[in-house]
């Protein structure tokens, strides 16, 4: 997923921070706007995946929905875990 067109690349880490930050409100915003159930179980997944995306970029890498192959039409996200601090270094080492 690319979050930025080549003109508006962030040039400082305030910046990045801050277009994380507008790109995380958006992902919260858009939620209610979900009905709940099957109408609209595809757009949850996707919302699902940008925000997996958005909220662990630099520690998940390649995130994507995979079919679930123990119940139909579920899909797992599946990602590679690159992190080596924290949370997911921890997860990625146990």
């Known amino acids: 997923m690319r979050l ?16 994380r930050m507008r790109l995380i409100g ?3 915003a858009s939620l209610p706007k979900m009905e ?9 997944e996707s919302w699902v995946l940008r925000a997996i ?7 998940l890498t390649n995130p994507e929905l995979h079919p679930n192959k123990d119940s139909i ?3 797992d996200v599946v990602a590679t875990n690159v992190a080596d601090t924290g949370f997911w270094k921890r ?4």
């Open 4 to 19: 930025y067109d080549d003109e508006s690349q962030p040039s400082s880490a305030s910046d990045i921070a801050d277009e």
């Open 73 to 75: 039409q579920r899909r």
């Open 36 to 44: 709940e159930g099957v109408d609209d179980s595809k757009d949850f």
């Open 26 to 28: 958006e992902v919260v």
């Open 53 to 59: 995306r958005i909220l662990f970029s630099g520690q």
């Open 91 to 94: 997860i990625r080492e146990d």
